[in-house]
């Protein structure tokens, strides 16, 4: 069972910086993509950042010029770096991984537990 445990969420001030971090259960798995999403009270789950395995990125337009999204692939780890955070990146962040079984053709999907952030003004 593959596990996702993520760390370094909080509180912080308006304009201030905080920086998640997601590790999968094993080093040995063969991952896709890995990502950031987020919900927020009373919508839906958004994505915030995800980079391939080859270290292409994409993010949503929101956090451009604020969050960097960086893995590290021999430790099958992806970061988030949040600066300039404002009150609206208020939300649960969850790590996503699309992780290559042996014997399936496409990847499955795997979640963290989520991780509050919380941005006050």
């Known amino acids: 069972q593959v596990q996702l445990v993520e760390s370094g969420g909080g509180m912080v001030q308006s304009g201030g910086s905080l920086r998640l971090s997601c590790a999968a259960s094993e080093t040995s798995l063969n991952i896709n993509s890995m990502g950031w999403y987020r919900q927020a009270p009373g919508k839906q789950r958004e994505l915030v950042a995800a980079?391939?395995?080859?270290?292409?990125?994409n993010y949503a337009e929101s956090v451009k010029g604020r969050f960097t999204i960086s893995r590290d692939n021999a430790k099958n780890t992806v970061y988030l770096q949040m600066n300039s955070l404002k009150p609206e990146d208020t939300a649960v962040y969850y790590c996503?991984?699309?992780?290559?079984?042996?014997?399936?053709?496409?990847?499955?999907?795997?979640w963290g537990q989520g991780t509050q952030v919380t941005v006050s003004s």
């Open positions: 980079i391939s395995s080859g270290g292409r990125t």
């Open positions: 996503n991984a699309d992780v290559f079984m042996i014997g399936y053709l496409r990847p499955f999907a795997y």
